[in-house]
């Protein structure tokens, strides 16, 4: 009872809570690396320099190929976490080393901002982080927000992400959009949405303290908690950004098709012909 009293006076603050993750070693993924590293045994040169250019659908790489990477990248985030996860369970592990039940939290966010990048970038998306990572700015935590709030199922996130991407293909961004549109266009809407992430993260929280609390046996708890929730998430995430390229790539053959003219209706004339009668 008195775990569960104290997990309830938990006051969640998510930009705080994406902050403290982005901040993690190894959350940040760059975008070139990755890419070079997930496509280069699937592209010859030529085609590779346009992966790291444009993104590998736009570059034409087999929408089958763009699937596999996709899920070989979720079910390997999922394990890790899972792991993690598994172990901050055990007694004296990593929620009982930092002293605070947020602790398993953050590292599970972590990992969606991760993923979340990895989905990105496979699915033609620029760089997400300021200045390879060492930047965290306010733009930089709205934006990761929405793609959280994704994974989340918030409808109004998935809106966002799309207004968001409209931005980047207007001005045939190879980075993020000028702050100024960012906040113009983002912020409103993470606004919005940050108080539904920070009473999701609540519950997980409560959910990962309680199962810490049953010794040894809660780690099995948590990491099948973890499991059960971050795949399903990063499918979300991944289905949705699918759907965008697909419906741009669709837009676009559509406006590169030749118009075909349409068949010119003559109107016929009726011609009388008066005739003349012979005398």
Known sequence: MGTSKALSKIKI?????????????????????????QFDKHCDEQMLVQVLKVGPRAAGVPTKTINQVAKHVINHETTQVTLISAAAGLPGGLVAMLGTAAADIIQFQAALIRTSQKLAYIHDWPELFEAKGKNIDDETKDILLLFLGVMYGISSASKGIEKLAG?????????LPQ?????????????????LIGARMTKQIFSSGISKAIPVAGAIISGGVTFASFKPMANRLNLHLSKMQASKQRALKKAAAPVAEKPRTIASKTRTTQVTPKK
């Open 167 to 175: 931005l980047i293909a207007a001005n045939v961004a190879k980075t």
């Open 179 to 195: 702050k100024a549109l960012t906040k113009t266009i983002v912020y409103p809407i993470v606004k919005k949405i940050a108080h």
């Open 13 to 37: 603050e998510p930009s705080e809570i994406v902050a403290a993750a982005a901040k993690i070693p190894g959350v940040h993924v760059d975008r070139e690396h990755f890419l070079r590293a």
